[in-house]
């Protein structure tokens, strides 16, 4: 899958299930719970154990079907190794110029993480593909997004942190270009009981949320 049909699948789907757990297995688990809800996007984060072990395996056993990508990546090293495992887009909660030219050199999409005006505006400048608006829910959510977009309308941003049910439509309709869903999608609950059936019905209301 080419960069540009990796952009299109995000911009498509509009949600990033992000997914962290307490072993590979549970992540590998909780990853085809969610393509089976019909998100077929899902980003490995590197706090769960063996995250290129989990990359690779996802990346083998979906044939194509889902696209990975590695999440909580801090550094240029970790980034060629995500890459390397499989990972189609890069994620982090903060801005590395390395981890994000490096991403660009290799030909795959990036998305830093900022918070600010300042620091959204480096991130883009410094050629993320989208901007991860993080933690957005501490900063006001959907208001947050409108805000930045009235000085920034040309910054693609992706909230993340306090995205719900309730409040994706506010997100998207403040002008979020995707948002990324992590505890209110793979809840420790589900994965504490091994209930992948929960989090596939999850999967699916925040689906049909998005289409409404």
């Known amino acids: 899958m080419t960069k540009q049909e990796v952009r299109q699948r995000i911009l498509d789907v509009a949600i990033i299930p992000v997914v962290r757990a307490r072993t ?10 969610i393509e089976a809800g019909g998100i077929p996007i899902v980003e490995i984060t590197m706090t769960v154990p063996c995250p290129m072990d989990v990359i690779a395996e996802l990346s083998r056993s979906s044939g194509g079907r889902m696209l990975i990508g590695a999440g909580t990546v801090w550094d240029a090293e970790t980034a060629c190794q995500c890459l390397d495992a499989g990972a189609q887009f890069l994620v982090s909660p903060g801005f590395d110029l390395d981890m994000v030219q490096l991403a660009n050199r290799a030909e795959k999409l990036v998305m830093a993480g900022a918070l600010t005006p300042n620091e959204v505006r480096a ?16 900063a006001g959510g959907p208001s947050y997004i409108k805000a930045l977009k009235a ?29 990324g869903i992590g505890s209110e999608l793979v809840t420790s609950t589900a994965l504490d009981r091994n209930d992948f059936a929960a989090i596939t019905e999850t999967a699916r209301q925040f689906v049909a949320a998005c289409k409404e």
């Open 24 to 33: 590979a297995e549970l992540a590998i688990a909780a990853a085809q719970a």
């Open 151 to 179: 000085v920034l309308p040309q910054v693609e941003m992706v909230p993340t942190g306090g995205v719900t049910l309730a409040n994706l439509a506010s997100f998207l309709n403040a002008g979020a270009s995707a948002v």
């Open 123 to 138: 991130a883009w400048r410094g050629g993320s593909d989208f901007v991860k608006i993080f933690p957005c829910g501490n």
